[in-house]
């Protein structure tokens, strides 16, 4: 295996840029998500639990919101990782 070579300054600016990009991205959509479900939530005791669309869009809300979480969780590790290790977890990023 390869000795890992330090990143130059501007490499390490571009690979945070681009991780703080995401990092952006997935919080905008894990509140979009969130502001549906809530959304939804207000409206659900129009249809109750029992009516078989609401049932549905109450699991596919909780289902979205879930994703979208867990993939801010995610993107926000690998920025956090890369702060402070100044090395990205994904290799695929050094550019």
């Known amino acids: 295996m390869p000795p890992k070579r330090e990143l130059a300054p501007e490499e390490r600016?571009?690979?945070e840029t681009?991780?703080?990009s995401r990092v952006i991205a997935a919080r905008e959509a894990y509140q979009l998500a969130k502001a549906k479900a809530q959304a939804f939530d207000q409206i659900?005791?129009?249809?109750?639990l029992s009516h078989p669309d609401g049932r549905a869009a109450a699991l596919k809300a909780a289902q979205i919101e879930r994703a979208a979480l867990e993939t801010y969780g995610e993107v926000l590790r690998e920025f956090t990782a890369f702060i402070l290790r100044k090395r990205p977890r994904n290799p695929n990023m050094q550019q």
């Not at 659900?44 to 109750?48: E, I, K, N, T, V």
């Open 13 to 15: 600016v571009n690979i």
């Open 18 to 20: 681009q991780l703080y």
């Open 44 to 48: 659900r005791g129009d249809l109750g």
